[in-house]
């Protein structure tokens, strides 16, 4: 519906003004618009689910377990044939009696064998082997199928800090991913704005280049007149002409890149690239002023995550000498079996409840010693990279002050230049008019206009440059409201 609209108002031939935005405006649709923005929210909320896992390490952990296991054969605690000093049990379930060795009154020895009583022989047997069989069923347990469940908790006693560092360095990633997310974003700010300027910049350009090329028409239609008066030569005129190209072909340029810096700017702020868009001045061609109260590298981005990730590397050293000390965890379980051996052997379902205490004391752990030695390397490696971007960052922030002066005074010269350079057109332009100039020399003079004019231009957008740079080194950089 928003298509047909539109070229019914490109009909009826009412124009479609183009949007207008601030540099405000240009921030604040870039941070709502850039998709690294939703990466970085989602890195967050993974690090605070971390530090939330590291919190919920201190609490009691419930498991449930279940087993079910099939066995081929079941278990037997005695073998179908065995030997005693009385005699044999034999495989197929029968026993068999050894000859009995006797000693009478007199102390003479005699043998007895049962094989010279046969009745009796068998009775004996037949009573001993069902003796054993009957034990041996007893003995006999069905393990064909043996089910296991349990219910556990475990609770951690100390375990020499492992808990309170983790969640320290849970906690610290968190602040880190935050660091980084507003880092991210101010780079984003920065690049807004340094497209906005630069739009700012060409279209300058542009304007100036349009007005250089109206001078030289109006130029290029006095000398004609002048040529047919005879006052002025045919090369004078063809100087002016051959000016008047290189201004159109200025123009041209500036034209060109005018329209591939809008484009920058609404690819960062979420726009259609060919979207129609105006720019506020927002000050252009102001002075800047360096406000050195607000002067500080503690407040930079790169510092503090240096310094959360020194946070981290401490706790790391904990962490590494958490391996040298006891850990001591409690326990407590209730298994439940099918078969039980609570009453005998039973192919039925029965519980118990167990509770315990486990002590873990290290004694030779060599590696755990040099893995400290290394966590205490980390560190230090960390406190001497913290100190050295620390001097990096103060050097860059008088760095950025001395380009936001140097920068200031060029454009305070430039606007010095170009009140001399349009009065000495003005005054050109009378000359010209009375006779007493050539056309030559007017060409000079409006050229020095022009490089008056560009110089202005190109030291406004580089103050604009060198103020972003210097609000990014002082951590003053403006986000859209």
């Keep these: ?86 005699g044999s049990m034999n495989a197929d379930g029968t026993f068999t009696l050894k000859p009995i060795e006797m000693t009478d009154f007199s102390g003479n020895s005699f043998v007895i064998n049962p094989a010279k009583y046969p009745e009796l022989n068998d009775a004996i047997t037949k009573l001993i082997a069902n003796g054993y069989n009957d034990i041996r069923d007893l003995l006999k347990f069905d393990i064909h199928n043996v089910f296991l ?11 020499g800090g492992r808990l309170i560092n983790a969640s320290k360095m849970t906690k610290a990633a968190v602040r880190m991913e935050e660091i ?42 006095d000398v004609t007149e002048l040529v047919g008066s005879g006052l002025a030569t045919q090369g004078d005129l063809l100087k002016v002409k051959v000016k008047r190209q290189e201004a159109e072909v200025m123009q041209t340029e500036a034209d060109n890149g005018l329209l591939l810096s809008k484009m920058a700017l609404c690819q960062l702020c979420g726009l259609p690239l060919d979207a129609e868009i105006n720019i506020s001045d927002d000050g252009f061609t102001d002075i800047v002023l360096a406000d050195s109260g ?61 509770a315990g205490v486990v002590v873990n004391i290290p004694i030779a752990h060599v590696e755990d010693i040099y893995a400290l030695k290394a966590a205490k390397h ?23 002050e001395q380009a936001l002066m140097l920068a200031n005074r060029k454009l305070l010269q430039t606007n010095v230049a170009i009140e001399s350079a349009e009065e000495n057109l003005r005054y050109a332009e009378e000359l ?17 206009w022009l490089e008056a004019k560009s110089k202005r231009i190109e030291a406004a957008g580089n103050l604009r440059l060198a103020e972003v740079k210097y609000r990014v080194s002082t951590n003053q950089v403006i986000r859209g409201t």
């Excluded at 908790?153 to 100390?158: D, E, K, L, R, V």
């Excluded at 946070?311 to 790391?316: C, K, L, T």
């Excluded at 010209?432 to 020095?448: K, R, Y």
Aim: aromatic share 8%; proline share 2%; charged share 25%.
């Design 294 to 354: 607000m002067v500080s590298v503690e407040g930079r981005n790169e510092l503090k995550i240096l310094e959360q990730a020194r946070s981290i590397a401490h706790s790391g050293v904990n962490m590494s000498a958490a391996g040298l000390m006891p850990n001591i965890v409690a326990e407590a379980s209730y298994y439940v079996m099918n078969p039980n051996l609570q009453n005998g052997f039973d192919n039925k379902f029965a519980g118990s409840f167990s």
């Design 180 to 221: 980084k997310s507003e880092k991210s974003a101010d780079e984003l700010i920065v690049s807004v704005d340094e497209a906005y300027w630069r739009v700012l910049t060409v279209e300058s350009k542009y304007e100036l280049a349009s007005s250089y090329l109206d001078l030289l028409r109006k130029l290029e239609n």
């Design 432 to 448: 010209f008019s009375a006779g007493m100039i050539s056309a030559t020399e007017m060409l000079q003079v409006e050229t020095a």
């Design 378 to 400: 980390k560190e230090k490696a960390l406190d001497c990279q913290i100190e050295d971007v620390r001097e990096k960052l103060q050097l860059q922030i008088k760095q950025s």
């Design 1 to 86: 519906m928003k298509k047909y609209i539109i070229f019914g108002l490109l009909l009826i031939g009412i124009p479609i003004s183009a949007q207008e935005l601030t540099l405000d405006e240009c921030r604040r649709m870039a941070l709502e618009n850039n998709r690294q923005q939703d990466v970085n929210k989602e890195n967050i909320e993974a690090a605070k689910d971390l530090h939330k896992a590291s919190i919920a390490s201190f609490f009691p952990k419930l498991t449930l377990n279940g087993l079910y296991h099939w066995n081929e054969k079941s278990m037997c605690l005695m073998p179908n044939a065995m030997d005693f000093s009385f």
């Design 149 to 159: 469940g349990s219910a556990t908790i475990t609770q951690p006693i100390f375990l």
